[in-house]
C-alpha cells in the first residue's frame, strides 16, 4: 500500500486557512445574494420541488454533514443510478463513457433525473453556490477534495480514506487539473498531493484557476 499521507503543520492550516474561509464565504454569500434568489427563481419556475437539495455527505475525520447545492434533478429522483456509478469509479476503476474523442469520461453525462435548467447548473457549477453556507458553518473549506456521499466512502480502503483528513472543499487541485476525465485513482492523487502541499498561497491559486475550468463549462 502507498504510503501515509501527512498535512503539513504550519499556522496556516492550523488557524489561518479557517479564517480564509469565514472571510470569503461571508463576502461571497453577500456578493452572490441576488445571483442565488435569481437561481432559486429559475429552479422553483421550471420544475417541481425545493430550490435547495440538501443531503448528508462525508467530512474532516468522516464526519456527516448537511450539504446543501441548488436543486438540479427532478424533485424525488432516485440514488440507484449514481450508486452503481460510484461503485463502478472506486471500486473497479473503469469510465463510465467515453466522449466523441474516445477518451474517457468518469462522470454521468446524460442522466436522466437532470432537468434542463439542472443541466446549466452542473455545467458551470453553479448548482454548488450554496456550499458557501456550509463553508461558512465550518463544514467544509473553499478549497479542499470534494465530499463524497456516505455511500461512496463506504466502498474507501485505508488509503484512499486519507482523502478526509481535511475538510471538503467547494474547489480543490483535482478539480481544477481534472473535473470528470480523470479516474478515481488519479483524482485521489490530486487531492492527496493537495494534502500535503497545503499553503495559502496555493489556495490562492486554486481559487484563481478555478474562473477560467468554470467559464470552459468542461
Known sequence: MPGSVTPPDTTYVRWGKRCFDVVFSLVGLLLLAPLHLLLAAVVRGTSAGPAIFCQKAVGKDGRLFDYYKFR???????????????????????????????????????????TPVGRILRKYSVDELPQLYNVLRGDM??????????????????????????????????????????????????????????????????????????????
Open 72 to 114: 438540479s434533478m427532478y424533485n424525488g429522483s432516485q440514488t440507484h443510478m449514481h450508486r452503481q456509478v460510484i461503485r463502478q469509479v472506486v471500486q473497479r476503476g473503469e469510465p463510465v463513457t467515453h466522449d466523441s474523442e474516445g477518451q474517457p469520461v468518469f462522470k454521468i453525462t446524460s442522466d436522466p433525473r437532470v
Open 141 to 218: 473549506s473553499l478549497v479542499g477534495p470534494r465530499p463524497p456521499l456516505p455511500y461512496e466512502a463506504e466502498l474507501y480502503d485505508a488509503f484512499q480514506r486519507q482523502r478526509l483528513l481535511v475538510s471538503p472543499g467547494i474547489t480543490g487541485l483535482a478539480q481544477v487539473k481534472a473535473r470528470h476525465r480523470a479516474s478515481f485513482e488519479k483524482m485521489l492523487q490530486y487531492d492527496l498531493e493537495y494534502i500535503r502541499g497545503q499553503s495559502l498561497l496555493l489556495d490562492l491559486k486554486l481559487m484563481l484557476w478555478t474562473i477560467p475550468a468554470l467559464l470552459k463549462g468542461v
